[in-house]
């Protein structure tokens, strides 16, 4: 079977080419224009063919579509402060790989949404991955829709994984406000048990929104991973429009920020997202957070690998 991932070199597509692999898979082609986390997907899967390349426009990695048995579209923008890039990594790249899906007869396709098409949040990433969803369903390819909620992992460059890094370096973790913010955190292990059962399984069209099990503060969160990684860090609670500030100077400085003033707003807009019986629906069982959070933090192999922004 070749299996065709587009934007595969990030969170999802690190655990999940890990998980194919471990299952026997051999034909896999991860295409991303990431070179460094490409670089760190080779030496952990040399059998892997990667590509690099930019999804969102026009080149030779098109060529890989041909033959393709399954295709499952993981590329997303899901930071940064230019709204142009969360258009061409979430909306322009998605146009372009549907058109390659549909003109190669590819007779599978698995598209990666996101819970945030159901948020309360207004920010590039929301509005980038509604378009993206609506071009998908509009495409007429039938497909199922996954829509993950905030997920964690091996290879957690953005989310858990940075914060956990951040606690381990500096002597004060501030949190926002009071910290009282419910998340709903999915482990990203679970995440592509239900790919792997889309792709072996041939889940028909429809979609399926993935939470996390567990409603969690985020303060909370952030206890359990200090306790998991021993960080030494005391966790301190400031005022949010003193933290607000302190992201909004950081942007100043960093054209590429691990957390941003939009990311601030989507954390205390008091999303709750629906809790579905997905583990039976997949045949996939559901991972408790705290388990979750130890097989992350201290996997003897990819706990140590991490990726750039």
Known sequence: MKIILPGGAGLVGQNLVTRLVDKGYSEI????????????LRRLHPSVQIECADVSKLGDWQKHFIGADVVVMLQA???????QEFVDNNVCSTSLILDLV???????????????????????????KIEQEKIVL????????????L???WFDRKH???LARLMRKIPIFPIPGSGKFMRQPLYVGDFCGVIVSCIENRVPSGIFNISGHEKIDY???????????GAKAIILKIPYLLFYSLLWAWSLFDRNPPFTTQ???ALVAKDEFEVTNWPETFGVPYTPFEKAIEETFNHPVYSNVVLEF
């Open 29 to 40: 082609v991860v295409i991303d224009k990431h070179e460094v986390n490409l670089r760190a």
């Open 263 to 265: 990311q601030l707003q």
């Open 102 to 128: 549909r003109s190669n007869n590819v007779p599978y396709l698995v598209h990666v949404s996101s819970s945030v098409v159901e948020s309360a949040a207004v920010d590039f990433y929301t509005h980038s």
């Open 138 to 149: 509009e495409s007429g390819i039938p497909c199922p829709i996954l829509r993950p909620t």
């Open 151 to 153: 997920m964690f992992g």
């Open 77 to 83: 923008q899901i930071g940064g402060l230019f709204y």
């Open 160 to 162: 858990l994984g940075w």
């Open 219 to 229: 303060i909370d969160m952030i206890q359990i991973i200090k306790r998991a990684t």
